[in-house]
């Protein structure tokens, strides 16, 4: 059965740093990604990196600041989150995917999400 557990996350300030770590089991995937999602909005996609990670994608909003990484010996990622502005506040979810995509109907494993806030 394939479960992914986050951690990290939090209440932080504008300009703060935050890391995110996401640890798959069950089985490896082609891609495992964050995405998020804000009161009253849809889940979007944030950052993707390939099992090799040799292909790693991230969403215009977090170009720059935000860097996705894994280990694969403990089949996780993770996400350093820098200059963390109100706007990134959001319930953040890791998930994995059979291909190389950053659509949210691409993935089919999630896990239940932790809680990043940013004040101004």
């Known amino acids: 059965q394939v479960q992914l557990v986050e951690s990290g996350g939090g209440l932080v300030q504008a300009g703060d740093s935050l890391g995110l770590s996401c640890a798959a089991s069950?089985?490896?995937?082609?891609?495992m990604g964050w995405f998020r999602q804000a009161p009253g909005k849809e889940r979007e996609f944030v950052s993707a990196?390939?099992?090799?990670?040799?292909?790693?994608r991230y969403a215009d909003s977090v170009k720059g600041r935000f860097t996705i990484s894994r280990d694969n010996a403990q089949n996780t990622i993770n996400l350093q989150m820098n200059s963390l502005k109100p706007e990134d506040t959001a319930v953040y979810y890791c998930?994995?995917?059979?291909?190389?995509?950053?659509?949210?109907?691409?993935?089919?494993?999630w896990g239940q999400g932790t809680q990043v806030t940013v004040s101004s």
């Open positions: 990196i390939s099992w090799s990670a040799r292909w790693i």
């Open positions: 998930a994995a995917a059979a291909t190389l995509t950053t659509n949210v109907v691409g993935y089919g494993s």
């Open positions: 069950g089985r490896t995937f082609a891609a």
